[in-house]
């Protein structure tokens, strides 16, 4: 049961991050999500630090639960990402929709590898 707290307690400040980040007043080009954009590959660079962290066992496993199943949970923006992807299919915008998939899971594999290669 506390690991059900941890990965709450971390969830619901990933959360409220994501929330606050949202709200960053940045111009967004031609509807473009740059914040989710932007939110994804940190929350993948941060993932792949505590997945490098984990393995080196600089964390007890109750706060790799909070930090990475929890705060990392909460905090990234899979879904959303996809609903959005979806948002410039349907609305006909393909290259959009193209370049934002592909940004997006790019840029979040090379955050990954980047996190562990920083904690090395």
């Known amino acids: 049961m506390i690991n059900c707290v941890f990965v709450g307690l971390g969830g619901m400040l990933g959360a ?5 980040l949202g709200l960053i007043p940045v111009r967004e080009m031609g ?11 940190l929350g993948a660079l941060v993932i792949g630090l505590l997945a490098a962290l ?13 930090l990475k ?23 006909g915008r393909w290259g959009a929709a193209v370049l934002y998939v592909t940004l997006s899971v790019a ?14």
């Open 107 to 120: 840029g979040c594999i090379a955050a990954v590898a980047l996190g562990r290669v920083l904690v090395r």
């Open 16 to 20: 409220v991050a994501r929330y606050l």
């Open 69 to 91: 199943v929890g705060l990392c949970g909460g905090f990234t923006t899979f879904s959303t990402f996809a609903l959005e992807a979806q948002g410039l299919l349907s609305g």
């Open 31 to 41: 509807g473009f999500p740059l914040i989710t954009l932007g939110i994804n590959i």
């Open 54 to 66: 984990a393995q080196k066992q600089a964390f007890d496993p109750g706060w790799m639960l909070f």
